[in-house]
Antibody
Framework: EVQLVESGGALVQPGGSLRLSCAASGFTFSDYWMHWVRQAPGKGLVWVSRINTDGSFANYVHSVEGRFTISRDNAKNTVYLQMNSLRVEDTAVYYC??????????????WGQGTLVTVSS | QTVVTQEPSLTVSPGGTVTLTCASS?????????ANWFQQKPGQAPRALIY???NKHSWTPARFSGSLLGGKAALTLSGVQPEDEAEYYCLLYHGSNYGGPWVFGGGTTLTVL
């Protein structure tokens, strides 16, 4: 069974740091791009970051650039999101997702169950 | 900053047909935007429905279809069921976009009434 399990969410003060993890199982992890998206309470989904299959390339949404870093360990089947200089507006459920790019076929599935990050003093 | 716009809310009767649309502030949506559609119910993770504009996943009910319509990506539900009541999000690819390559729409709340 293909599965993604996020962890690492917590309550943190503004300016603090947190590292999220997403453990993958049931598929060849190194064949897929991985993404993080987030959802603030009662709000819509926002794309946050992506990393390519070997970890040599990454993108970020402008609002987190320079503060967040995505990385992956293909030996551990895990993708990470290091979040520094956290702001109140970073409060959200963070989901990781698997992304396959094959020619003109680009799809995302599954998404994990999410992990809650709360930034508050 | 790129904005992807969806109808905030739509209401449809059971058995009816409804079309949700997804527009980009950068211009007409084409196949190069690789539109993906997701369904999300309260307290759950998003679930993929449609990829690359019009392709269904193996688990996507036949009543869901994706297309391009009038310069927008579109998700049509034909023969709506009560269990289709949910939030629907589109996701568009914008290449080397300043704000990031992938952008979600704001979501459409679909009510089945």
């Amino acid at each position: 069974e293909v599965q993604l399990v996020e962890s690492g969410g917590a309550l943190v003060q503004p300016g603090g740091s947190l590292r999220l993890s997403c453990a993958a199982s049931g598929f060849t992890f190194s064949d897929y791009w991985m993404h993080w998206v987030r959802q603030a309470p009662g709000k819509g989904l926002v794309w946050v970051s992506r990393i390519n299959t070997d970890g040599s390339f990454a993108n970020y949404v402008h609002s987190v650039e320079g503060r967040f870093t995505i990385s992956r360990d293909n030996a551990k089947n895990t993708v990470y999101l290091q979040m520094n200089s956290l702001r109140v507006e970073d409060t959200a459920v963070y989901y990781c997702g698997r992304n396959l790019v094959r020619g003109s076929s680009v799809w995302f599935d599954p998404w994990g169950q999410g992990t809650l990050v709360t930034v508050s003093s | 900053q790129t904005v992807v716009t969806q109808e905030p809310s739509l209401t449809v009767s059971p058995g009816g047909t409804v079309t949700l649309t997804c527009a980009s502030s950068t211009g007409a949506v084409t196949s190069a935007y690789f539109a993906n559609w997701f369904q999300q119910k309260p307290g759950q993770a998003p679930r993929a429905l449609i990829y690359s504009t019009s392709n269904k996943h193996s688990w996507t009910p036949a009543r869901f279809s994706g297309s391009l319509l009038g310069g927008k990506a579109a998700l049509t539900l034909s023969g709506v069921q009560p269990e289709d009541e949910a939030e629907y999000y589109c996701l568009l690819y914008h290449g080397s976009n300043y704000g990031g390559p992938w952008v979600f729409g704001g979501g459409t709340t679909l009510t089945v009434l």
